[in-house]
């Protein structure tokens, strides 16, 4: 018992002990950034791209010329809401982080009121405009409500007059499909018919697909994730349906492209050809799993310092808030909204021979 | 400062969660893996009620503690029947239940979206805004979930659930009705689990559903069962020693490449060279 305890007081008082991660010695003004990402466990595919991302966007950035130095301090929050608040609480009071940064609106949503609390700058990778609320929060949206928008649209186009819809019960997937039934409630031109809501962890979807080919909808809406759109592929063609799938980044994350052979989909601001072939060349794999997001997230921050050429929050938040629709992001041209929202712009896309292409911008 | 507010924040919220939990498994031998359930019940009613009713939190938490209470009182009976493994997989089976109600019952609690803007508590005027203030009421808590511990634990109610835990044949025998000391310390655990999850959602002040996972009660499992079963200073000390331990481990100043992945590996290696040497937990006076 009293080795025990020994040992687990050495434990906590070597970490409570353990000096700080000193800044490197710098004539220049250090911006400290503390990124929380799920860096173990299901989802730390998210961690591993962010941290990649941020390699990839410093290696380049520190051969300009530049007013400050960026710090970036990474901390897992193991993808539980408790943990995050710790983590904010942490940057903010220990390492003195003058941004943060977040992934998802849930987790942003945690951080949100206490970014406006302590004055600390907040920039969330998330589609809820919820999270960009305040002077302090700026979010970095894929724009549900203008993919939504231009989905509906395509649908038309495309003859669609009735449809019916997969969607995941997920933050993501769920914000997307209300934007997307508010547009299709206001215009009239389309018809909802059965809405199937799936957890993440279903794996079966035969039975649905089976009510989805009696239904015969002009189109299926996948508001799914990966991995679960794989699955739901791969048994959709072993099923036989002919009904062509589509949705909002629907395919983006398939990793069997030719399960999708010829069908079109809505891209969220995907990643620029050349930032996906950069992403490729440094670190060997096929995907960047949202790296791109955090490409764009550093570009805004150091894009709002640099050009602010001041650490005042306030004032970096409103150059961002003004000039940030000059920049160039990986996910392309970006543009601003009121209240920090950063929105990148729909594209459409179809698979041919198993690569999506971009057909329409 | 704040950081370590916060720390004590979540160290009393768990500390609750550890206490009442410690209550059914440790007093009564249930191995209950019900507790995230509860803790969800008790967090979206005062999530849903401040947010769309207009309640103050004390009437929300009151609410969710009547909620919890008849769920329990009803879900109690059931399992009341059960016993060893068995008890464990039908309360597993609730917890798996409320998740899927709380991430499908979009209407009324906006399923995977979540709950925004949950308010903080006030009593005559004056608000919790302050982490230090919060931190101050959330201990009230603790040490009035302590004292009804140590106080069942040493009443005759407490000696009959420990007779029943060592032996319930025997203590049927007795003449004590099993069923019903099985079915009140599980529903009195439960309003207090909901207790714990109002505090959470008022202080996080945004939930979804992730949080009220089975793993979470599994977790609330392994606080009580590291400090010790049947303890009340044991469930406090196996709080704070899951809550802090791997936040200790975040100083360590581990390469960030793989610091989180080493960080949960000590984590890891130090519950099991813990139950190695200590099976009983720390300071424990019963092995389930």
Same mark, same amino acid.
Request: hydrophobic letters at 45%; a neutral charge.
């Given at each position: 018992?009293?080795?025990?305890?020994?040992?687990?007081?050495?434990?906590?008082?070597?970490?409570?002990?353990?000096?700080?991660?000193?800044?490197?010695?710098?004539?220049?003004?250090?911006?400290?950034?503390?990124?929380?990402?799920?860096?173990? *466990?299901?989802?730390?595919?998210?961690?591993?791209?962010?941290?990649?991302?941020? @390699?990839?966007?410093?290696?380049?950035? @520190?051969?300009?010329?530049?007013?400050?130095?960026?710090?970036?301090?990474?901390?897992?929050?193991? @993808?539980?809401?408790?943990?995050?608040?710790?983590?904010?609480?942490?940057?903010?009071?220990?390492?003195?982080?003058?941004?943060?940064?977040?992934?998802?609106?849930?987790?942003?949503?945690?951080?949100?009121?206490?970014?406006?609390?302590?004055?600390?700058?907040?920039?969330?990778?998330?589609?809820?405009?919820?999270?960009?609320?305040?002077?302090?929060?700026?979010?970095?949206?894929?724009?549900?409500?203008?993919?939504?928008?231009?989905?509906?649209?395509?649908?038309?186009?495309?003859?669609?007059?009735?449809?019916?819809?997969?969607?995941?019960?997920?933050?993501?997937?769920?914000?997307?499909?209300?934007?997307?039934?508010?547009?299709?409630?206001?215009?009239?031109?389309?018809?909802?018919?059965?809405?199937?809501?799936?957890?993440?962890?279903?794996?079966?979807?035969?039975?649905?697909?089976?009510?989805?080919?009696? @239904?015969?909808?002009?189109?299926?809406?996948?508001?799914?994730?990966?991995?679960?759109?794989?699955?739901?592929?791969?048994?959709?063609?072993?099923?036989?349906?002919?009904?062509?799938?589509?949705?909002?980044?629907?395919?983006?994350?398939?990793?069997?492209?030719?399960?999708?052979?010829?069908?079109?989909?809505?891209?969220?601001?995907?990643?620029?050809?050349?930032?996906?072939?950069?992403?490729?060349?440094?670190?060997?794999?096929?995907?960047?799993?949202?790296?791109?997001?955090?490409?764009?997230?550093?570009?805004?921050?150091?894009?709002?310092?640099?050009?602010?050429?001041?650490?005042?929050?306030?004032?970096?938040?409103?150059?961002?808030?003004?000039?940030?629709?000059?920049?160039?992001?990986?996910?392309?041209?970006?543009?601003?909204?009121?209240? *920090?929202?950063?929105?990148?712009?729909?594209?459409?896309?179809?698979?041919?021979?198993?690569?999506?292409?971009?057909?329409?911008? | 400062?704040?950081?370590?507010?916060?720390?004590?924040?979540?160290?009393?919220?768990?500390?609750?969660?550890?206490?009442?939990?410690?209550?059914?498994?440790?007093?009564?031998?249930?191995?209950?893996?019900?507790?995230?359930?509860?803790?969800?019940?008790?967090?979206?009613?005062?999530?849903?009620?401040?947010?769309?009713?207009?309640?103050?939190?004390?009437?929300?938490?009151?609410?969710?503690?009547?909620?919890?209470?008849?769920?329990?009182?009803?879900?109690?009976?059931?399992?009341? =029947?059960?016993?060893?493994?068995?008890?464990?997989?039908?309360?597993?089976?609730?917890?798996?239940?409320?998740?899927?109600?709380?991430?499908?019952?979009?209407?009324?609690?906006?399923?995977?979206?979540?709950?925004?803007?949950?308010?903080?508590?006030?009593?005559?005027?004056?608000?919790?805004?302050?982490?230090?203030?919060?931190?101050?009421?959330?201990?009230?808590?603790?040490?009035?979930?302590?004292?009804?511990?140590?106080?069942?634990?040493?009443?005759?109610?407490?000696?009959?659930?420990?007779?029943?835990?060592?032996?319930?044949?025997?203590?049927?025998?007795?003449?004590? =009705?099993?069923?019903?000391?099985?079915?009140?310390?599980?529903?009195?655990?439960?309003?207090?689990?909901?207790?714990?999850?109002?505090?959470?959602?008022?202080?996080?002040?945004?939930?979804?559903?992730?949080?009220?996972?089975?793993?979470?009660?599994?977790?609330?499992?392994?606080?009580?069962?590291?400090?010790?079963?049947?303890?009340?200073?044991?469930?406090?000390?196996?709080?704070?020693?899951?809550?802090?331990?791997?936040?200790?481990?975040?100083?360590?100043?581990?390469?960030?490449?793989?610091?989180?992945?080493?960080?949960?590996?000590?984590?890891?290696?130090?519950?099991?060279?813990?139950?190695?040497?200590?099976?009983?937990?720390?300071?424990?006076?019963?092995?389930?």
């Amino acid at each position: 018992m009293k080795k025990l305890i020994l040992i687990l007081s050495c434990v906590l008082a070597l970490g409570a002990c353990k000096d700080e991660k000193a800044p490197k010695a710098s004539a220049k003004p250090v911006v400290k950034i503390g990124v929380i990402y799920p860096m173990s *466990g299901d989802a730390s595919f998210l961690g591993e791209a962010a941290k990649n991302a941020v @390699n990839i966007f410093f290696e380049e950035f @520190n051969k300009k010329l530049h007013k400050f130095d960026y710090q970036v301090i990474f901390e897992d929050n193991q @993808n539980k809401l408790a943990k995050q608040a710790t983590l904010a609480q942490k940057l903010i009071n220990i390492d003195k982080a003058d941004v943060l940064v977040t992934v998802m609106s849930n987790f942003g949503a945690v951080v949100s009121p206490m970014a406006e609390q302590n004055k600390v700058m907040h920039v969330a990778i998330a589609t809820d405009p919820a999270v960009a609320q305040g002077k302090y929060n700026v979010i970095c949206s894929s724009n549900p409500a203008g993919e939504a928008d231009f989905l509906y649209e395509q649908l038309i186009k495309h003859g669609a007059k009735h449809i019916d819809v997969v969607v995941m019960n997920a933050t993501g997937s769920q914000t997307m499909f209300d934007f997307f039934k508010k547009k299709a409630e206001q215009e009239k031109g389309l018809k909802i018919g059965q809405v199937y809501h799936v957890n993440p962890d279903e794996k079966d979807f035969r039975l649905m697909l089976h009510k989805i080919k009696e @239904n015969q909808p002009d189109y299926i809406l996948a508001f799914l994730f990966a991995p679960t759109i794989d699955v739901f592929m791969k048994q959709y063609k072993d099923g036989g349906l002919t009904i062509p799938v589509t949705g909002v980044e629907t395919f983006t994350y398939l990793r069997n492209k030719t399960l999708s052979e010829g069908m079109w989909y809505v891209d969220a601001a995907p990643p620029t050809d050349e930032y996906v072939k950069k992403y490729q060349i440094k670190t060997g794999s096929d995907t960047t799993d949202y790296a791109e997001y955090m490409d764009f997230v550093m570009q805004v921050i150091t894009f709002g310092y640099e050009g602010a050429k001041t650490k005042d929050k306030e004032k970096v938040i409103s150059f961002i808030e003004s000039q940030s629709n000059q920049m160039l992001t990986a996910v392309g041209k970006i543009t601003t909204e009121p209240d *920090g929202v950063l929105n990148g712009q729909p594209v459409l896309k179809k698979i041919i021979n198993a690569e999506p292409v971009v057909i329409e911008e | 400062m704040e950081y370590f507010i916060n720390i004590g924040i979540l160290f009393c919220i768990y500390a609750m969660l550890a206490l009442s939990l410690n209550m059914v498994v440790g007093l009564s031998g249930l191995v209950s893996l019900a507790h995230a359930a509860f803790y969800g019940i008790g967090a979206y009613a005062v999530a849903i009620l401040m947010t769309a009713q207009g309640f103050n939190f004390w009437g929300a938490m009151c609410v969710g503690m009547l909620l919890n209470g008849i769920t329990a009182f009803i879900v109690g009976k059931i399992l009341s =029947k059960f016993k060893g493994d068995y008890y464990a997989i039908v309360s597993a089976g609730l917890s798996v239940i409320v998740f899927s109600v709380l991430l499908n019952f979009k209407s009324l609690t906006k399923g995977p979206l979540g709950i925004y803007g949950i308010g903080k508590p006030a009593i005559a005027g004056f608000h919790f805004y302050s982490s230090a203030s919060f931190l101050a009421l959330a201990f009230l808590f603790v040490v009035l979930f302590y004292a009804l511990f140590v106080l069942i634990d040493k009443s005759s109610f407490g000696r009959a659930l420990k007779s029943l835990r060592e032996d319930e044949v025997l203590t049927v025998s007795l003449g004590y =009705k099993t069923t019903k000391y099985k079915s009140l310390i599980f529903t009195l655990s439960a309003i207090m689990a909901g207790v714990a999850g109002s505090f959470f959602a008022s202080y996080i002040a945004f939930i979804d559903p992730t949080s009220f996972q089975l793993a979470e009660g599994i977790f609330f499992f392994t606080m009580i069962t590291v400090g010790g079963l049947s303890s009340a200073f044991g469930s406090v000390v196996g709080a704070a020693l899951l809550l802090t331990l791997p936040e200790a481990l975040r100083f360590l100043g581990l390469p960030y490449e793989t610091a989180a992945q080493l960080q949960q590996l000590i984590y890891g290696a130090l519950l099991v060279l813990m139950m190695a040497f200590r099976p009983q937990g720390l300071f424990g006076k019963f092995r389930v």
